[in-house]
């Protein structure tokens, strides 16, 4: 999978209050009568070096590595050929508003559907044919399908634990709640039903 360097702001760490003071201590708002003389020009380029210089301070810019992927591998060049064609039939249709066109946009975007449908299941397939016999590989491929799998065994944030535990107490509560409760006549019940 390719990985591309990206560089962005660390919002993470940035405190609105600090930025606000030094803001407020900064050329763009200590003396604004010093900014009368200035072109809107000479403007633009001093708020736009002060703000800089903030948000260097406050939030430096951090370069990562991000995964490109794409969210549908099996997308090719007759799916965009085709999907464009299904746009041009509803544009026709949204500016005629003839029944025929209608029906023509409707009938290839029906087509439009099943054609990824059956990219999506052959592309699939494929892989894990490809998987035959490497069980970890399958499982990466059966992971990708269902979505990013990473830490989900405790994505509920609950432990097997805590759901036994939790079920033992609601099966407690259930028969202290109803250890009142007279116990049913089992043969009158059962001799009401046969007499019936």
Partial sequence: MLRQLVTRRSWRNFIAADFEADLAASRLCADQRSLADLSPDDLVALHDT???SLLD??????TT???QCKLTPWFDAECRAFRRRVRAAERRFRKTHQDADKMSWLTQSKS??????????LYWRTN????????????????SIMGDTKNTSNSSGHTADE???FFSKKVDDVRQSTSSTALPDVAVTARHALNE
């Avoid at 439009?112 to 299941?121: A, M, T, V």
């Avoid at 035959?132 to 399958?138: C, E, I, M």
């Fill in 50 to 52: 002060e703000m800089t």
């Fill in 163 to 165: 759901f036994a535990t």
């Fill in 128 to 143: 894990i044919d490809d998987s035959k016999g490497d069980s970890r590989k399958l499982w990466r491929t059966l992971s």
């Fill in 65 to 67: 590595r991000k995964k």
């Fill in 57 to 62: 301070k406050h939030c430096p810019e951090v």
């Fill in 112 to 121: 439009l559907r099943l054609l990824y449908e059956q990219k999506n299941r």
